[in-house]
């Protein structure tokens, strides 16, 4: 079905729970039988396992336990090991919200045995995930406030009091031009040396770059965002180098999955190969109402052909990328669906590390437009015209408020 073409109002939410075991079971029954999966970005040696849902109720767990969540899923991580006589691994990620599993370094052998185990799912070589983005020049200093030209092109509303999370490079945490929530924002980049440790701070720069386009105040400095005053949580899953591993961008889905509320938005302006495992996160995560929109990537093929874009679900968007002139941007993917919108995403001024600012370009730019734009409806854009020269033949229609 068709993403946009679904209801979007208040109602539609509680429509939306009455069909969640539906849509759990879509999820939850892509293959019948475990299997390895691996692409041209799989990092040797690294996997991501999916366990069974239904293998948690075998669990033998005494009632004075009464635990769930993690918890559980690192007690059958060790039954599973136990039972094959293997020596359990250091465990990089537990993932519990998004489905139980869990990531870690293995030998092939390893795998191959545990991939015979009746409660492992799906397993994935892990994979690079990375930006490739077009950063058109230096940090450009504080200054007078304008409204970039991708805002006054969407629209702007005070988004006071309502949240976005930004699975991304980490946000400058004291940017002063953005509110950041330092309580909720938390890193799980194992690239970098970060992980649980520096709070979701930026050493890149995308991910502020990224929240300014959809949060930063309305102020008398610096850039105004879509939804300007936006409460933002930085879920740092790439590392200071623009990259990070799929284990790690599942499990922040995972932890934005655990605290994200209906009409939270999350922001993913980011791109890997076409991966089920990385599809079904956002799919599941996005079962308790909260908005995930996705760059559809910069490589002039299908959307399709990437995850998390392709992924579908009615709160799942992904975004394309225009011009000026709402022109379509020649670096952009394309393909509708999994596109179902275009927005401003090249030559974007926005918010930058160190309490910068600097101007780039990218689908990454376009997603955080929709987003801001989402989160000021809790639902979904607007539209009055169609990106022109669409190279599918099918034009996004642009985004705006």
Same mark, same amino acid.
């Given at each position: 079905?068709? #993403? %946009?073409?679904?209801?979007?109002? &208040?109602?539609?939410?509680?429509?939306?729970?009455?069909?969640?075991?539906?849509?759990?079971?879509?999820?939850?029954? %892509?293959?019948?039988?475990?299997? +390895?999966?691996?692409?041209?970005?799989?990092?040797?040696? #690294? @996997?991501?396992?999916?366990?069974?849902?239904?293998?948690?109720?075998?669990?033998?767990?005494?009632?004075?336990?009464?635990?769930?969540?993690?918890?559980?899923?690192?007690?059958?991580?060790?039954?599973?090991?136990?039972?094959?006589?293997?020596?359990?691994?250091? +465990?990089?990620? @537990?993932?519990?919200?998004?489905?139980?599993?869990?990531?870690?370094?293995?030998?092939?052998?390893?795998?191959?045995? !545990?991939?015979?185990?009746?409660?492992?799912?799906?397993?994935?070589?892990?994979?690079?995930?990375?930006?490739?983005? +077009?950063?058109?020049?230096?940090?450009?200093?504080?200054?007078?406030?304008?409204?970039?030209?991708?805002?006054?092109?969407?629209?702007?509303?005070?988004?006071?009091?309502?949240?976005?999370?930004?699975?991304?490079?980490?946000? =400058?945490?004291?940017?002063?031009?953005?509110?950041?929530?330092?309580?909720?924002?938390?890193?799980?980049?194992?690239?970098?040396?970060?992980?649980?440790?520096?709070?979701?701070?930026?050493? %890149?720069?995308?991910?502020?770059?990224?929240?300014?386009?959809?949060?930063?105040?309305?102020?008398?400095?610096?850039?105004? /965002?879509?939804?300007?005053?936006?409460?933002?949580?930085?879920?740092?899953?790439?590392?200071?180098?623009?990259?990070?591993?799929?284990? =790690?961008?599942?499990?922040?889905?995972?932890?934005?999955?655990?605290?994200? !509320?209906?009409?939270?938005?999350?922001?993913?302006?980011?791109?890997?190969?076409?991966?089920?495992?990385?599809?079904?996160?956002?799919?599941?995560?996005?079962?308790?109402?909260?908005? @995930?929109? *996705?760059?559809? /990537?910069?490589?002039?093929?299908?959307?399709?052909?990437? &995850?998390?874009?392709?992924?579908?679900?009615?709160?799942?968007?992904?975004?394309?990328?225009?011009?000026?002139?709402?022109?379509?941007?020649?670096?952009?993917?394309?393909?509708?669906?999994?596109?179902?919108?275009?927005?401003?995403?090249?030559?974007?001024?926005?918010? @930058?590390?160190? #309490?910068?600012?600097?101007? *780039?370009?990218?689908?990454?730019?376009?997603?955080?437009?929709?987003?801001?734009?989402?989160?000021?409806?809790?639902?979904?854009?607007?539209?009055?015209?169609?990106?022109?020269?669409?190279?599918? /033949?099918?034009?996004?229609?642009?985004?705006?408020?």
């Amino acid at each position: 079905m068709k #993403k %946009h073409l679904l209801w979007i109002s &208040s109602l539609a939410l509680i429509s939306y729970q009455c069909q969640k075991a539906d849509l759990i079971q879509d999820i939850t029954t %892509h293959s019948p039988e475990a299997h +390895i999966l691996s692409s041209e970005n799989s990092v040797e040696g #690294k @996997y991501v396992i999916k366990l069974r849902d239904q293998y948690k109720s075998t669990l033998k767990i005494n009632a004075i336990e009464n635990i769930g969540g993690k918890d559980l899923v690192k007690k059958a991580v060790s039954k599973i090991f136990s039972e094959l006589e293997i020596g359990q691994p250091e +465990i990089s990620h @537990y993932y519990s919200n998004v489905y139980p599993g869990f990531s870690a370094a293995l030998s092939e052998n390893v795998a191959n045995q !545990l991939l015979q185990h009746p409660a492992v799912e799906i397993i994935s070589q892990d994979e690079i995930i990375s930006l490739n983005d +077009i950063d058109e020049g230096g940090s450009a200093p504080r200054k007078a406030q304008n409204t970039p030209w991708g805002v006054q092109r969407t629209g702007k509303a005070d988004g006071s009091g309502k949240t976005v999370w930004i699975l991304d490079t980490g946000v =400058d945490l004291d940017h002063p031009d953005l509110t950041v929530d330092q309580i909720r924002s938390q890193s799980f980049s194992t690239t970098d040396g970060t992980l649980l440790s520096n709070g979701g701070d930026d050493n %890149h720069g995308h991910g502020t770059h990224v929240a300014g386009t959809v949060a930063a105040l309305d102020n008398n400095f610096g850039v105004v /965002g879509v939804a300007y005053g936006a409460t933002v949580v930085s879920v740092k899953v790439l590392g200071g180098n623009g990259s990070g591993l799929l284990s =790690d961008v599942i499990a922040g889905i995972d932890y934005t999955a655990g605290l994200s !509320l209906p009409g939270d938005v999350a922001n993913m302006s980011l791109s890997g190969g076409a991966n089920s495992l990385l599809d079904w996160a956002v799919q599941s995560a996005s079962l308790t109402g909260t908005w @995930y929109v *996705m760059a559809a /990537g910069n490589s002039r093929r299908h959307a399709n052909l990437h &995850s998390p874009a392709r992924a579908n679900g009615p709160f799942l968007i992904t975004v394309s990328a225009s011009r000026s002139g709402d022109y379509w941007a020649g670096f952009s993917n394309y393909g509708n669906p999994p596109v179902d919108f275009a927005a401003p995403g090249q030559s974007v001024y926005s918010t @930058y590390k160190n #309490k910068g600012y600097r101007t *780039m370009s990218g689908t990454s730019m376009a997603a955080p437009h929709v987003a801001g734009i989402v989160l000021i409806k809790n639902g979904l854009p607007s539209s009055s015209s169609n990106v022109q020269g669409d190279p599918d /033949g099918n034009p996004d229609p642009i985004a705006e408020i």
